[in-house]
């Protein structure tokens, strides 16, 4: 992992070039002083996600392109408004009904989570919690959860999160609602066509305007995001449906750039990646850009559409606005479910569950 991230930099800061031949195996594991093999494990990586290829006979080639399209800007939060300014606008309030991608069937099944495993968890909270479930959980969820969540994010996504970053609520769609009720809907959101329709009609119920960008094999084609003049870019980046497209390491930084560039913010809508097919989960939009991106994920998929749970990560810059905007509405999740959530992580429970689902899938690959 260290010889990957060190790679990963020359890539991205042009060290290596798009179209560059990178050294050879050996070459590399005598500069780094590791094995061959260690070599191979962060160049299969590196392709994995997109930035480099493998070329029979001829070696390992750099495919990531940093684009001049949208050069950043001097500073981390270039153009547009401030969070503060983001302040004094409306107020909140707007639907929540709807669905969202993170209820969207995906191809190929996904084994339930263990019952028996669940019903431990419950028995184990109601023991140890005891009166505590009856107590009214805070605004934007309950503090075990929420160092769940950072320790676990930090763990499998390399996302470093502070818990006030971190708001719980019921599913997809009230948490969309959540962020139009942050940014406001005076501004316009793109989203990717095709793209699951109920993304969309959540919006617009909350009274925000939508337009649809083409989808390309990679993401948003270039030239429908330079078109547009939207203020929040909603993307599905890893798998998104129905196209099931996966954006490409150049495509997630170009949504980075587009949005430093216009001041705009990204809604990255993080469905279905845990079940991802490679040996390590691409890198989240938030985990290389935590100032523009905000991060929405739901436990629908990974232990039962049942349980209307979801997370939203803000960045920090935002928590104040979040607070004095939506900071006064009552969290929907139970909290005896948050304590539940919360036991699943910290045990490890979730992540066994969600390792055995992976090792499944790529042996029926």
């Known amino acids: 992992m260290q010889l990957y991230r060190k790679m ?10 798009s179209g560059a031949r990178l050294p050879s195996k050996r070459t590399l594991a005598a500069e780094n002083g590791v094995s061959v093999v260690t070599v191979q494990h962060a160049l299969s990586l590196l392709c994995d996600e997109g930035y480099a290829e493998s070329r029979e006979r001829s070696g390992h080639y750099v495919i990531y392109r940093a684009g001049d399209l949208y050069a950043l800007p001097e500073g981390r939060m270039p153009g547009g408004p401030s969070p503060t300014a983001l302040l004094p606008a409306s107020g909140a309030g707007g639907s929540r009904a709807g669905a969202a991608p993170q209820d969207a069937p995906a191809a190929g099944d996904v084994p339930h989570f263990p019952f028996s495993v669940l019903t431990r968890a419950m028995r184990k909270v109601m023991a140890e919690q005891g009166e505590k479930l009856l107590v009214k959980s805070p605004n934007s969820g309950l503090p075990e959860l929420k160092a769940a969540l950072s320790a676990y994010l930090m763990r ?10 971190i708001v719980i609520g019921s599913g997809a769609e009230y948490l969309y609602g959540i962020i139009v009720q942050l940014l406001g809907r005076e501004l316009l959101y793109a989203l990717e066509d095709p793209s699951y329709e109920k993304i969309r009609r959540v919006y ?9 960008l083409a989808m390309g094999s990679d993401g948003i084609l270039s030239s429908a995001l330079e078109r547009s003049r939207a203020g929040v870019l909603h993307v599905t980046p890893y798998n998104s449906w129905p196209s099931g497209v996966t954006a490409s390491a150049s495509k997630r930084a170009e949504y980075i750039r587009w949005a430093a560039a216009r001041g705009a913010y990204v809604v990255e809508d993080d469905y279905d990646s845990e079940f991802t097919l490679l040996s390590k989960p691409e890198d989240t939009l938030f985990s290389l850009d935590p100032y523009r991106c905000l991060y929405l994920n739901t436990f629908s998929r990974t232990v039962a559409p049942s349980l209307r749970a979801g997370y939203l990560l803000l960045p920090e810059e935002l928590v104040p606005v979040y607070e004095a905007r939506s900071g006064f509405v009552s969290c929907t999740v139970p909290v005896f479910e948050q304590y539940l959530l919360a036991e699943l ?20 690959q």
């Open 204 to 212: 617009e119920m909350n009274g925000a305007r939508t337009e649809l």
């Open 345 to 364: 992580i910290g045990s490890g429970d979730f992540e066994r569950h969600v390792n055995r689902v992976r090792r499944q899938r790529r042996r029926k």
């Open 156 to 165: 499998s996504r390399g996302i470093r999160v502070r818990e006030k970053q």
């Open 8 to 17: 990963r930099e020359g890539i991205v800061s042009g060290a290596w070039a």
